[in-house]
């Protein structure tokens, strides 16, 4: 049996990986599990599993906890709580299901202490992907993408050589507004950005989906994970949802991996590596499959997917603030302070503007620092226009 670790245990990835261990209880026991501000949620969590360890933002909230549970737990809080967690010996796998930037703490003090780290966040491998991979090779530990686009790839790549791939070509389903004229963007609003047509996520993702931004993440995520150079990493829009990843050979031939859009089978796969399971999900029926489209994006339509690509020629700490300016305009966007056309107007800019340290990253502490400067530079550009 492997103890696991859920970071992120109210969201999207968490509540999917709590709904599948539900069915294999026999082969995964939870141990430890986290939560930022949906305490009620955790709690009844904690106590469907009474789950030893965890851990919450706020030290009050860890005392709220602590008082009301019906059991004995150790109830941890703060960075220093992700870090001690994601550190236990006892356990051998974690699920990051966090979001945003703060999740490199729990991936990294999992990778030094040798264990399997089953990532959805796209912001630690966008901003740290390639430290990330030096710890885990020099630690003996093992990093596999949840995201259902590099899971497929990494599925996919099993059993090829590298030399015979020609190109990795990501599937994007468009968001809502792909068939929506460029001269209305203006007009979108957040309730409209974040009604997502196939994969039910948080907030800011779903912005981040609408202008292709999270296509781009992807791309830097798919370079940095498979180390592929940029020029053989391509986007399609595919509405459908059912084609996740695809390899091209040199051959001519095509490999898909096609699956329901259910991020359960991709947490399953994850967890298991290399042997697969039984997943309790909606089986997809192929008769049923009408067609599949495949389409090439607009850059000038979504501008974000060609920041990203500029973000990733220009490679050292570029990508970094590309990830940090999105997280200010995105939730810039979400509080009407900006429309929906000018994100990627105060991405540029800030790709453009931010004056770049001369300073190799060599730890974790170091890129939150200058994520946050780049936060902060970009909340200024917003606020002077």
Not at 256 to 267: E, G, L, Q, Y
Request: aromatic share 10%; with cysteine; glycine share 6%.
């Amino acid at each position: 049996m492997k103890n696991l670790v859920i970071f992120g245990a109210t969201g999207s990835i968490g509540k999917a990986t709590i709904e599948y261990i539900k069915s294999f209880s026999h082969k995964f026991k939870i141990v430890g599990l986290t939560a930022r501000s949906k305490i009620k949620e955790l709690q009844k969590l904690s106590e469907t599993f009474k789950v030893p360890y965890i851990v919450v933002e706020k030290e009050e909230d860890a005392k709220i906890l602590n008082s009301s549970l019906s059991y004995k737990a150790e109830l941890l809080w703060g960075d220093e709580g992700l870090k001690d967690l994601a550190s236990l010996d006892s356990v051998d796998t974690v699920v990051i299901g966090i979001s945003g930037i703060k999740a490199l703490i729990p991936t990294y003090y999992a990778l030094k202490t040798g264990k399997r780290v089953a990532i959805a966040n796209k912001e630690c491998i966008v901003s740290l992907g390639n430290l990330l991979k030096e710890v885990a090779k020099k630690n003996q530990a093992e990093l596999i993408p949840v995201d259902s686009e590099h899971s497929a790839f990494f599925q996919l790549l099993q059993k090829e050589k590298k030399a015979h791939v020609e190109k990795l070509i990501l599937t994007a389903s468009g968001g809502p507004f792909y068939k929506t004229p460029l001269k209305e963007f203006f007009k979108i609003t957040p309730e409209k950005a974040i009604s997502h047509p196939v994969w039910k996520m948080g907030k800011k993702i779903s912005v981040d989906s609408a202008t292709l931004m999270n296509k781009g993440f992807e791309v830097l995520e798919t370079m940095i994970l498979f180390d592929f150079p940029l020029d053989k990493i391509e986007v399609v829009i595919h509405p459908q949802g059912l084609v996740h990843g695809i390899v091209k050979l040199i051959d001519g031939c095509y490999l898909m991996h096609v699956s329901p859009a259910d991020m359960k089978i991709a947490i399953a796969y994850a967890l298991n590596y290399p042997e697969r399971t039984e997943v309790p999900v909606k089986i997809l029926d192929l008769t049923k499959v009408k067609k599949l489209i495949f389409k090439k994006p607009s850059f000038k339509k979504f501008p974000c997917l060609k920041l990203a690509y500029e973000a990733g020629k220009l490679g050292g700490l570029y990508p970094l603030i590309l990830e940090a300016a999105d997280e200010v305009v995105v939730d810039a966007f979400l509080s009407y302070k900006i429309s929906f056309d000018k994100i990627p107007y105060f991405l540029e800019k800030t790709l453009n503007e931010f004056k770049i340290p001369s300073i190799n990253l060599k730890n974790i502490y170091e890129a939150l620092e200058l994520h946050k400067r780049v936060c902060e530079f970009t909340k200024n550009l917003i606020e002077g226009n």
